[in-house]
Every structure is written in C-alpha cells, then in structure tokens.
C-alpha cells in the first residue's frame, strides 16, 4: 500500500501518522497489494532470531505475525471460544468438545488499527527495556541497577551532608565569639 492510498482517508491518514512515529515501514509487494495483505516491518529485532519483526494484515481478517524473525507465523488476533461440538460415543452417551478460535476482524482499517495497538503494546512497551544496539537487559538486572543507583544516590548525598555538617562545626569553633585565633605566619594567636 502506498502512501496516497493512506491518505485516502482520515483512519488510514492516522494510522500512516502512527506508523511514522513508531518507525513502522509498509513493505509490502505489488502481489501481496493485490491479494489484499499488506506487510509491515517493524524497527525491533525479535529476541531470539535478531531479525526486524514484520506482522502483515490479510483480507480474510486474520493478523498475523510475519516474516523470518520467527520459526512459525502466528496469529495474533483475539481468541474467544468456539460453539460447543456433541460427538456421540459408542455406549450412547455424548461428549462435549470445545475449541478456541480466532475473532476474524473483516474491514481492512479495523485490523491496520488493531496491529498497530497490538504492536504498541506487545512490542514496543513490553521491549522497552532493550538498548538501541539491540541488547536486550533482563529486567531483573535493570531494576537492581536503578537500586543500587538509587542506594549510591542515597549514600552519596549522606555523605555530602555529613561533610556540610562536619564544615559546620569546625567553622562554629574557629568564629567563637569569645576567642578569635589569627594565624599569621604559621602562629595562631588568639585575639580577645
């Protein structure tokens, strides 16, 4: 899809604007455009493959996720339970099965906007705590560390009031108003 066909109309005008502030590119191919899909290319390297992470939208409604950053594509709208099926067993009675489905989003605009809030929260917020070189920081390890930075911080303004204090005291000892000690030459007298 290109950018006209985004501008089209005020939906597709404010996903294009989304999709510009998360870095998201539109890559898809004059095939996939013509079979109503289209695929875009996140700016975050999946976890474990280190390849930018691609989920495509398909005229069927499903959403899914695309590309070679995982081993398998995945679906990634919402699951709701399908109707109960009754299969008859062989001693008469019958036994209830039920499975989960996907819920199929049809209008084209609806599944850009989900992916996108999908994208936003599954993998911009939840990876919030990767570096920009693509390291990622478990978050144990950052959560010690702005302890131990705010223990420091703690420990460092401690001891900047200890020394205030310290200065403090040994200024109010040399300005006692009963005795003032002039050092002149290396001699300390003391003027009364």
């Known amino acids: 899809m290109n950018r006209k066909e985004y501008l089209s109309d005020t939906r597709y ?25 289209i695929v ?3 700016p ?12 495509a939208s398909f005229k ?4 899914r996720n695309q590309g070679k950053s995982t081993r398998s594509n995945f679906q990634l709208n919402k699951r709701c339970e399908n109707e109960p099926e009754y299969f008859k067993l062989p001693n008469g009675d019958y036994r209830k099965f039920t499975t989960r489905g996907c819920v199929l989003i049809p209008i084209e605009i609806d599944r850009l906007e989900y992916l996108i809030s999908y994208c936003l929260k599954n993998y911009y917020i939840k990876n919030a705590n990767r570096v920009p070189n693509g390291e990622f920081v478990p978050e144990w390890k950052y959560d010690n560390a702005c302890r131990n930075g705010h223990d420091m911080l703690h420990e460092q303004k401690q001891y900047e009031n200890q020394r205030v204090r310290d200065l403090e005291n040994k200024f109010a000892k040399k300005l006692d108003v009963n005795s003032v000690i002039v050092n002149v030459n290396g001699h300390n007298y003391k003027v009364i």
């Open 13 to 37: 005008a404010k996903v294009l604007e989304q999709m510009d502030l998360l870095g998201i590119m539109d890559i898809t191919t004059t095939r996939q455009d013509k079979n109503g899909t």
């Open 60 to 63: 069927t409604g499903y959403v």
């Open 44 to 55: 975050i390297k999946d976890q474990d493959s280190g390849i930018l992470i691609e989920v």
């Open 40 to 42: 875009w290319k996140l």
